[in-house]
């Protein structure tokens, strides 16, 4: 059965700092990986999506990389802004079905 | 945009009550999704559609129902809301396969007394 591990469940880290969002998951076989958003009370918003055949993918200051045969994603933010605070979700789209396993996300916290 | 809307923010109900949840996508998406979210627990899916008038169960789909008679709209019944569903339920849409972007409403937080 796949799962899905965010680790840390939070982070704190002060305005500017490069910084590193881990996904781990236990079976490779998947279609994609994709990380999201989500702010206080709200829904969650797509941040970028790895088919299983890309090594990475970019937008803006994020970008996420996907090494399939270790069962690991990161996310790296460059440059953190206080309005990158937030609570990031990773999910994977595994073989043979038509849902998402999510992870239980890491809360980030950029301060001033 | 994709915007998916949901029809209330906020629900205050009482054990036994029959409770819809409204969700609605503007973007003629074929998938539609519903998610329950809960503290340690992550998002879970609890049904979902991938045309009008067709549902699939997800992982806990026990004490839910679901209505898509049109494609924009998909519903969520709880036939006799018991305390142990307050909950975030998030509805969210796809387009193409199920395994796609999905855009997500922006929830709505279920209280059962």
């Known amino acids: 059965k796949q799962e899905v591990t965010q680790i840390p469940a939070a982070l704190s880290v002060p305005e500017g700092e490069n910084l590193v969002l881990n996904c781990s998951f236990t079976d490779s076989a998947i279609y994609n990986l994709q990380w999201f958003r989500q702010d206080p009370g709200k829904g969650l918003t797509s941040l970028l999506l790895?088919?299983?055949?890309?090594r990475e993918q970019t937008s803006g200051r994020l970008n996420a990389s996907l090494d399939k045969s270790s069962g690991r994603s990161t996310l790296y933010i460059a440059a953190s802004q206080p309005g990158d605070s937030a609570t990031y979700l990773c999910?994977?789209?595994?073989?043979?079905?038509?849902?998402?396993?999510f992870g239980t996300g890491t809360r980030l916290q950029v301060f001033p | 945009d994709v915007k998916v809307t949901q029809s209330s923010r906020y629900l205050v109900k009482r054990t036994g009550e029959k409770v819809f949840l409204e969700c609605v996508q503007d973007m003629d998406h074929e998938n539609m999704f519903w998610y329950r979210q809960d503290p340690g627990l992550g998002l879970r899916l609890i049904y979902f559609s991938y045309d009008v008038k067709m549902k699939e169960k997800g992982d806990i789909p026990e004490g839910y129902s679901v209505s898509r008679e049109k494609k924009e709209r998909f519903s969520l019944i709880l036939e006799s809301a018991s305390t142990n569903q307050t909950s975030m339920y998030l509805c969210a849409s796809s387009s193409g396969v199920a395994w796609g972007t999905q855009y997500f409403g922006p929830g709505t937080r279920l209280l059962v007394l």
């Open positions: 790895i088919q299983s055949s890309q």
């Open positions: 999910a994977v789209a595994p073989y043979n079905t038509d849902k998402l396993i």
